[in-house]
T-cell receptor
Framework: AQSVTQLGSHVSVSEGALVLLRCNYSSSVPPYLFWYVQYPNQGLQLLLKYTSAATLVKGINGFEAEFKKSETSFHLTKPSAHMSDAAEYFCAVSVGGMRFGAGTRLTVKP | DSGVTQTPKHLITATGQRVTLRCSPRSGDLSVYWYQQSLDQGLQFLIQYYNGEERAKGNILERFSAQQFPDLHSELNLSSLELGDSALYFC????????????FGPGTRLTVL
């Protein structure tokens, strides 16, 4: 069954530093992959999704992700972290319903 | 604002009781999904409805049921509640299929005492 694994339950970066959140998928066919963000006491907001049109996907708030079939990865990056990026990030694969990873909590230090 | 609405925002009830959570999808979306988010289980897909019909089932307990009405709003019924059912319940909607973005509502926080 298709699934995703997020490496690192907690990532801490300094403001202005590179953000890298890791996600690997298991799928024998091209998957539908998504990154969502959840701010405290809120629902999930879509950051970006992979539609197979392009391997580098640009999302909102300066985030992007690269689909690498050879590594079965879909890591999320942002060149320069802002304090407002502190949140929980979820990688997901759509199999009808979304199958989510365990989440990565991003902390941004001033 | 995703356009998906959920009521109530908070619900406190006792073990053994039954509750109903309500979701209104975004205008034009035919699919509705229900998810449960808890500390120990994470985010889990429960069930999907498409245009009134059940489309997919996830980790939904037999004590839980859902339906989608002709106006496309959906209800999730939770019965014989247990302490472990305390969680955030999210509804999401999408246009139709697997590749479509799912838009999430703000959630209903259920506390079972």
């Amino acid at each position: 069954a298709q699934s995703v694994t997020q490496l690192g339950s907690h990532v801490s970066v300094s403001e202005g530093a590179l953000v890298l959140l890791r996600c690997n998928y298991s799928s024998s066919v091209p998957p539908y992959l998504f990154w969502y963000v959840q701010y405290p006491n809120q629902g999930l907001q879509l950051l970006l999704k992979y539609t197979s049109a392009a391997t580098l996907v640009k999302g909102i708030n300066g985030f992007e992700a690269e689909f690498k079939k050879s590594e079965t990865s879909f890591h999320l990056t942002k060149p320069s972290a802002h304090m407002s990026d502190a949140a929980e990030y979820f990688c997901a694969v759509s199999v009808g319903g979304m199958r989510f990873g365990a989440g990565t909590r991003l902390t941004v230090k001033p | 604002d995703s356009g998906v609405t959920q009521t109530p925002k908070h619900l406190i009830t006792a073990t053994g009781q039954r509750v109903t959570l309500r979701c209104s999808p975004r205008s034009g979306d035919l699919s509705v999904y229900w998810y449960q988010q808890s500390l120990d289980q994470g985010l889990q897909f429960l069930i999907q409805y498409y245009n009134g019909e059940e489309r997919a089932k996830g980790n939904i307990l037999e004590r839980f049921s859902a339906q989608q009405f002709p106006d496309l709003h959906s209800e999730l019924n939770l019965s014989s509640l247990e302490l472990g059912d305390s969680a955030l319940y999210f509804c999401a909607s999408s246009a139709s299929g697997k590749s479509d973005t799912q838009y999430f509502g703000p959630g209903t926080r259920l506390t079972v005492l």
